[in-house]
Nanobody
């Protein structure tokens, strides 16, 4: 399984971005997907996650009401819609796939999100 994130960039405060996590090598049907981020000098933190079926989602308190995670298993892709972006959302965003019933994780290479005026 290989994961590739895309959609990052520079955006002004209050703006929006949609990140994509595209998988290849196998279907994502049996994988829960998480989005994580790491800002300079800080530890990586969980942002949001979605179950393998898409029926369950969770969000960090810092992004609740602003970010929405979704998945399209037919396209083998998971999305993170980010709105009302703040400078403190600036970080490298990573997606992680964890196969159901295991602790085996796969990570993407990350995509940079910079929120600045």
């Amino acid at each position: 399984l290989q994961l590739v994130e895309s959609g990052g960039g520079l955006v002004q405060p209050g703006g929006s971005l949609r990140l994509s996590c595209a998988a290849s090598g196998t279907t994502l049907d049996y994988y829960a997907i998480g989005w994580f981020r790491q800002a300079p000098g800080k530890e990586r933190e969980g942002v949001s996650c979605i179950s393998h079926s898409g029926g369950s989602t969770n969000y960090a308190d810092s992004v609740k009401g602003r970010f929405t995670i979704s998945r399209d298993n037919a396209k083998n892709t998971v999305y993170l819609q980010m709105t009302s972006l703040k400078p403190e959302d600036t970080a490298v965003y990573y997606c992680r796939a964890r196969r159901r019933g295991t602790s085996l994780d796969y990570w993407g290479q990350g995509t940079q999100v910079t929120v600045s005026s």
